[in-house]
Every structure is written in structure tokens, then in C-alpha cells.
């Protein structure tokens, strides 16, 4: 199974600041076959990207995802309060599904 | 609007069973990549299980494989989870969701979650 690496662990930003998510597969990812997710405290993830690059229905244009074959990166440009949150990749190149351990955002 | 509304989530005691099931309204789960996904308290994201479209075929994380089995009522357009033999690492927050796109499909929509927590 692929396994998805993400760091940091845990980010402490202010409002306004950009921020840059890394997701490391341990074996490359055809087709770009990867997804990210944000996760609110007590609420279900909501899927933000997929295809590596393209932004899901309703997602701010500050959210943009990169990267192919083992590293994948998720950026935020101009974190809003709203943006602080848990943030997964997902892999769906090949079976099983995998996920990241997930990447805290957090307000300084 | 898709959603998909979980339930049968409770406190079980190590052994026991649970029956989840997920409800579906604005959408026909038949035609879907459906999955359940289950999150343990304070941590990460971990599937579960998946049934093709059309019901054809399921598929199960090593953990929970025998154990637990995945189906749906296209009548009643439900998604269920039968959980068997249920251990205390079993206890989480468990989600169904939709999966679609190429490959093994990304996760769109997702449920609230419905809570199982394994413990005498």
C-alpha cells in the first residue's frame, strides 16, 4: 500500500500568512491521483482538491494544490480564521485508498 | 443537494455488533463508488470499506476483513455497515461517503458520522 507522509505536523500561522502543506507518497502516484482534505473540530472533512490540482466545487481560489508522482504540496495564500484547521491528503491511485497523518494549522 | 445522513452508532461491549447505516437523499447510491471511512478519537482518517457501483464488488481494510461486512438496499437507497466482533480499536467516528473520478475515485461527499465506542 502507498503510504502518504505529511509534514509538518503542526503549523502555527497568523491570519493573512501563507502557508505551504507537504504530502510525500512512498511511491509515485499515477495520473495525479491525489486528493486534499480540511477537517473542522467535530465536523466531517470536506474535500478540497483533487487530481492533485484542481479546486472542488466552492473552493476559494486561495486554496491550490501541485505536485505529482511522490511529492504533492497544498498552499493557502492569505489564511483567513476560517482556514484553521486539519488537513489530509489522500491518495486514490491504487488499492487501498490511503491517507496522510494529517497537518494542523493552527492560529499563533 | 447530496446528503448522506449516518446512524446506529452506540456503545458496545467488546464482542458485540453494530449495524450502521447511511441514508442517502439527492443522489442514487447504486450509482455510485460508496466507502466508509472511520476516524479513532484524535487521530487520522482510516478507510474502512468500499462497494463498487452497482454493488458488484467490496473490498476491506486488513483490519476489519471477516469481520465486518458492507452493503446497500438500493429500495431504501441505504448504505450499511455490519460490524461484527467488534474490538475497542474499532471505537471511532465512522463516515460514509461517495467516491468518484478516476482511479479508485476521490471522496466528495461525506456524512456527518455516527460515533462507535467499543468498551465494557
Do not use: H
Not at chain 1, 68 to 82: A, K, M, Q, V
Amino acid at each position: 500500500e502507498i503510504v502518504l507522509t505529511q509534514s509538518p505536523g503542526t503549523l502555527s500561522l497568523s491570519p493573512g500568512e501563507r502557508v505551504t502543506l507537504s504530502c510525500r507518497a512512498s511511491q509515485s502516484i499515477a495520473g495525479s491521483y491525489l486528493a486534499w482534505y480540511q477537517q473542522k473540530p467535530s465536523q466531517a472533512p470536506r474535500l478540497l482538491i483533487y487530481g492533485a490540482s484542481v479546486r472542488a466545487t466552492g473552493i476559494p481560489d486561495r486554496f491550490s494544490g501541485s505536485g505529482s508522482r511522490t511529492d504533492f504540496t497544498l498552499t493557502i495564500n492569505r489564511l483567513e480564521p476560517e482556514d484553521f484547521a486539519v488537513y489530509y491528503c489522500q491518495q486514490y491511485d491504487s488499492s487501498p485508498v490511503t491517507f496522510g497523518g494529517g497537518t494542523k494549522v493552527d492560529i499563533k | 443537494d447530496v446528503q448522506l445522513l449516518e446512524s446506529g452508532g452506540n456503545l458496545v461491549q467488546p464482542g458485540g455488533s453494530l449495524r450502521l447505516s447511511c441514508a442517502a437523499s439527492g443522489v442514487t447510491l447504486n450509482n455510485y463508488f460508496m466507502t466508509w471511512v472511520r476516524q479513532a478519537p484524535g487521530k487520522g482518517l482510516e478507510w474502512v470499506s468500499d462497494i463498487t457501483v452497482g454493488g458488484g464488488s467490496t473490498y476491506y481494510a486488513d483490519s476489519v476483513k471477516g469481520r465486518f461486512t458492507i452493503s446497500r438496499d438500493i429500495s431504501r437507497n441505504t448504505l450499511f455497515l455490519q460490524m461484527n466482533t467488534l474490538r475497542s480499536d474499532d471505537t471511532a467516528v465512522y463516515y460514509c461517503a461517495i467516491r468518484r473520478g478516476p482511479s479508485f475515485g476521490y471522496t466528495e461527499y461525506w456524512g456527518q458520522g455516527t460515533r462507535v465506542t467499543v468498551s465494557s
